[in-house]
């Protein structure tokens, strides 16, 4: 094994990393001032034990641990097993959310028993859209199939502030800076997805949730006076 990939596989390295982007994150929110709208309904549902899918732009994913309130209900977020996957779920978990690996070599079946389970016993799903490798922006089926066979409602969320960071990543993924404003924004979507959904019907309802996030988050930008970027 190369040292470059000692180094990459690393647990100490790991939790390293793990602690310094949850304390930065915790830093940039309480020096920060936030406002949320939008988030009455699921919060609702949520504390009366009603689980819910959210969605997100994986662009806006590094404030999910703000964005979702897991002191009213369990939230559980799918994740890749990629290396860049396991340190995302490290860092939800640090913040109270639970992680499902979507694992390539994880059977479709045993996936499905787990997402499942999860929701049965009151714990909301939270996806993102677009990852975790894109394009981005463009959505995909995932959060369609969780609520057809959940049978769930679907809200879309997204982040945004007037001062961030953007890394040089597929999505440009963002993170705020220290002492600025910003805002959480949370809609619900208002469509259903039948048992029985052609793939021309599919494709349809994969463009609504699309535009369903894409105003979202655009909002949120307008009102921090940023340009959306992809």
């Known amino acids: 094994m190369g040292l470059r990939k000692k180094i990459a596989d690393s647990e100490a390295l790991a ?12 830093f940039a929110y309480r ?3 936030w406002r ?3 988030f009455q309904d699921m919060d609702a549902l949520m504390k009366a034990g009603e689980p819910v899918i959210i969605s997100i732009w994986h662009q806006r994913l590094m404030m999910a641990p703000y964005i979702v309130d897991t002191s009213i209900g369990k939230v559980c977020t799918l994740t890749s097993s990629g290396r860049a996957g396991t340190m995302a779920g490290r860092l939800q978990k640090e913040f109270g ?4 690996s979507m694992s390539s070599h ?16 009151g714990v909301s799903i ?5 990852g975790p490798r894109g394009p981005a922006r463009q959505a995909s089926n995932v959060p369609l199939v969780w609520a057809r066979v959940s049978g769930k409602r679907i809200f879309v969320v997204s982040f945004a502030a007037r001062k961030v960071i953007r890394f040089p990543t597929w999505d440009k993924m963002m993170m705020p800076l220290p002492w600025t404003s910003g805002v959480f924004l949370c809609r619900e979507w208002n469509e259903t997805v039948p048992r029985n959904t052609s793939e021309e019907d599919y494709e349809a309802l994969r463009l609504k949730l699309q ?20």
């Not at 994880?106 to 499942?116: I, T």
């Open 15 to 26: 939790r390293f990393v793990t602690a310094i982007f949850k304390g930065y994150l915790q």
């Open 97 to 100: 959310l639970d992680t499902i």
């Open 36 to 38: 949320r709208e939008g």
């Open 126 to 130: 939270g996806i993102a859209a677009d």
């Open 211 to 230: 535009d369903a996030l894409d105003a979202v988050t655009d909002a949120g930008d307008l009102a921090c006076g940023q340009v959306s970027a992809t």
């Open 106 to 121: 994880k059977r479709h079946v045993a996936l499905s028993r787990d997402v499942l389970g999860r929701v049965r016993k």
């Open 31 to 33: 020096t920060s001032t």
